[in-house]
């Protein structure tokens, strides 16, 4: 029941990262900014798990 307190559905199945995490600051170069705003891009737009095709 939703509320309930209890997780249900989709998990992550890794516990820790599996990739370094990005250094802090902004970056300075504008060809690694591009790069990085159409990977945020691509990321947002991907299916959910529950829309994949089968």
Same mark, same amino acid.
């Not at 307190?5 to 890794?14: A, E, S, V, Y």
């Not at 250094?23 to 991907?46: A, C, F, N, T």
């Given at each position: 029941?939703?509320?309930?307190?209890?997780?249900?559905?989709?998990?992550?199945?890794?516990?820790?990262?599996?990739?370094?995490?990005?250094?802090?600051?902004?970056?300075?170069?504008? *060809?690694?900014?591009?790069? @990085?705003?159409? *990977?945020?891009?691509? @990321?947002?737009?991907?299916?959910?798990?529950?829309?994949?095709?089968?």
């Amino acid at each position: 029941m939703p509320g309930d307190g209890k997780f249900q559905g989709w998990r992550p199945t890794l516990t820790k990262p599996n990739i370094p995490r990005p250094k802090d600051g902004l970056p300075q170069d504008v *060809d690694e900014h591009m790069r @990085l705003m159409s *990977d945020i891009l691509v @990321l947002g737009s991907r299916p959910t798990p529950r829309e994949w095709p089968r």
